[in-house]
């Protein structure tokens, strides 16, 4: 075994292959693959193979149409098949929450560039004949270039196209042990000797938790054990296929929780566990004696599944079964892959907890490869990052979601929907308190958050929906008296860091697009990527030349810090701290907020002692130490109260009571992501994202090309001088009862010209609000333009930024 390499990927099932098949397309020959046994010997062999791309995201939907894309190009190359059928995949929905999940989806399926296409139920009939007519089917959505492939076969392909440029694999070599180099580099320990490289990369399937602790990792991932049956020969699908008729499309029905596909005339049925039958594997460790094994069978846990299944499809039933296929793959909490850089390991990359690695690895490849080799995967990789998750991971947490979520697979899933498996996990002081508020609670970052409040503790009851809820009364009247009055928000999942040191103001102002504020003033500013997209956003507070507090999106905790260490001088001359869980965040906002908070503290509030977007620090009721910031996401008048996490429930105590005689109410959310978009003011992830640049986005203002160089910077000034293809705008849209949410396409004339970011309800104005990346030709003021939601064309209009308050004049109040 050579010595050195550029890449070496530790596992060999299809997401190694691809990866470093991905690497060699990518012009990187000296890459090199290591599997403890052979190739596919993992989850790889006993997969089902299926390539789906029905999912609500716009970088998703490509993704997964990419790894079919690249398969297909694959089996060109080879110049033979590696099975890849694309018969169709046809989805049934038989509750009026999975078709509003179809209609919802069509319009985000169109602006990705997948194929799809709703069905009446007639139309599904005739599209699957072998489903029994049913009166509860209320349409379905067909995906064209869905199929499946053989799983050894693709992986193998792939293997042999990285090795004709080049790469070597080596079979049989267990990798035991790592050590990070001096220089960032690694030195894999094998069973067959020792290598080093610069990038390590981790691909190592259901040994991926046990693997990565071996570096210090705890990845929040654990194989669940999945199972499918195949029939015996159906008579009627061996004579279809005999006469070279065209498959049937793989059949899914949430009635009876699971997939159907044929398989050489048979049938191939693949159910899904419920939450309370499935089966984890390797929590602690896979087995020393587990290779390329299958577990038993395990009809119990599936039996519903399979009753209700030969009620709906009669042909499953007439037949007996020829074999049983049960083994573990990865799960991760959210269902989504952990693909790229390592929280704090310089050098090392993750392609981990891979739920269904023949969809996933084709792209990921490619994206991985990008990422290693070029410093940029090419799209927009946040929603599979591993530093998504935060550091409240811990192994029985991701045991419960992860069965929570797999045992949820095949349920109608609405945008915004959290499950209530494993929390409440983090919890500010004043949770009891706004719990009998009525506080109805939803998730960031671990941390319980209000999402709206009932007017009592026992209406407190979560609604999920696409269509208007009874719950939207009590939201309009958080935001008519936010609006009028003033209203509370807990914040404290914000993420906050501290920047100090000598050399702290050069380094920030090398990387932030804005320029930083002065001493006592508040800044907003994006940090960019090396092609200008928009890594993160932060408020940024100065106390002093070189001491400034960073607050940024509860979901870029671990992100952001990750980010802003690997960058750190190397002389000691800036420190950074992450102070999180140290500071709570309360905001106050509305007109009346200054008359509620005065009283309870001795900093002069007034617009003379305190304006706007500046900041100080004071004492607040009997809490110290407080950070008090002139900011409101709101759009009016406000504060928010950073504080020791030990005075949380008394400053929420105090505010309340305080308020009272204000009108002060407790605020939610999705209040506040109303009022937001009332203020077209762009939200990270959505506006603000990877391949989106604040240039695109609309925030001109925010960039200051001319105060030197920063990150991302060449490429702004190359983009500004080249012209914008895509524009920011917002838009409006009648009020209907299904609401615009993202990634929805935008039409002039016909024409797709962009696709929505976000948007939703007003509940000031009484109408749709969305902002929306289009042409430059389509975002003139007053462009009439269509949005495709819920499968209707409804008409939308550009209008100006900010209908609510266009010069912020409440702010300043």
Known sequence: MQSHAKVVVVGGGCVGASILFGLTEHGCSDAILIERSQLTAGSTWHAAGLLVTFVRSNVISQMTMETIRIYGEVEKRLGSSCGLRQVGQLRVANTQK????????????????????????????????????????????????????????????????????????????????????????????????????????????????????????????????????????????????????????????????????????????????????????????????????????????????WERAIERVPALGEVGIKANTRGPFQMTPDELPLCGPAPGRDGLWLAEGVPGGILWGGTMGERLSRWILNGDPGIDMSALDPRRFGNYVTKRWTADKVRETWG?????????????????????????????????????????????????????????????????????????????????????????????????????????????PSVGRIGLSVACNGNGGIDAEYTIVRYADNDFYLVSTPSGEVYNFDRLSRILPKDGSVTLENISDQLGVIAIAGPKSRDILQPLTDNDLSNEAFPWLSAQRGEVGYARDVHLLRVSYTGELGWELHHPVAYNRHLVDTLLKAGAAHGLVPV???????????????????????????????????????????????????QKKAGLRRVLVTLTLPAADTSVVADEGVYRDGTLVGRVTSGGYSYHFGHDIAMALVSPEAAVEGTKLHVLIHNEMRAATVVHDSLYDRASEKARL
Not at 136 to 145: L, Q
Not at 416 to 440: F, I, M, N, W
Not at 684 to 689: F, G, K, P, Q, V
Request: glycine fraction near 8%; charge should be negative; charged fraction near 25%.
């Open 98 to 305: 999975r078709w509003d999940e179809f209609q919802s989806y069509i319009g985000i399926a169109e602006a990705a560039g997948v194929p799809a296409v709703l069905l009446t139920p007639e139309e599904v009939q005739e599209k699957h004949p072998y489903l029994s007519p049913s009166d509860t089917i209320f349409g379905g959505i067909f995906h064209p270039e869905d199929g499946y492939i053989n799983p050894a076969d693709i992986t193998q392909g792939l293997a042999r196209l990285a090795r004709d440029k080049g790469a070597k694999i080596y079979q049989n070599t267990e990798a035991r042990a790592y050590e990070q180099l001096s220089d960032g580099g690694w030195k894999v320990i094998t069973s067959e000797g020792e290598i080093t490289c610069e990038h390590l990369v981790f691909a190592t399937g259901n040994y991926a938790r046990e693997n990565a602790k071996r570096v210090g990792l705890d990845l929040p991932c654990i194989p669940i054990v999945h199972q499918y049956w195949t029939t015996e020969v159906i008579p009627d699908l061996k004579e279809r296929k005999a006469a070279g008729l065209p498959e049937f499309p793989i059949l899914r029905d949430e009635d009876y929780g699971a997939y159907l596909r044929e398989d050489v005339g048979a049938f191939q049925f693949g159910p899904y566990e419920f939450e309370k039958d499935l089966k984890l594997f390797a929590v602690d460790g896979v087995p020393k004696d587990f290779g390329a094994d299958l577990l038993p069978e395990d009809f119990d846990a599936v039996e519903g599944q």
């Open 668 to 718: 939610g959310l999705k209040a506040l992501d109303s009022m937001r978009l009332e203020k077209s003011y762009r939200a990270i992830h959505t506006e603000l994202a990877q391949d989106i640049t604040p240039l695109e986005a609309g925030l001109d203002r925010f960039v200051r090309l001319d105060k030197g160089e920063f990150t991302g910077r060449s490429a702004l000034v190359a």
């Open 408 to 516: 949820n697979h095949m349920h109608a899933r609405v945008p915004g929907e959290v499950y209530p498996g494993a929390r409440p996990q983090k919890t500010v002081g004043s949770y009891d308190l706004l719990t009998a508020r009525g506080a109805v609670w939803t998730v960031l970052n671990g941390y319980e958050l209000p999402s709206w409040y009932a007017p009592s503790p026992e209406l407190a009851v979560p609604e999920f929906s696409y269509r208007k809820t009874e719950h939207m009364k009590y939201v309009e009247a958080e935001v008519r008296t936010t609006r009028n009055a003033a209203g509370l928000i807990e914040m404290s999942p914000m993420t906050k860091f501290r920047v100090r040191g000598p050399g702290a103001a050069d380094w920030l102002d090398g990387i932030m697009a804005n320029k930083l």
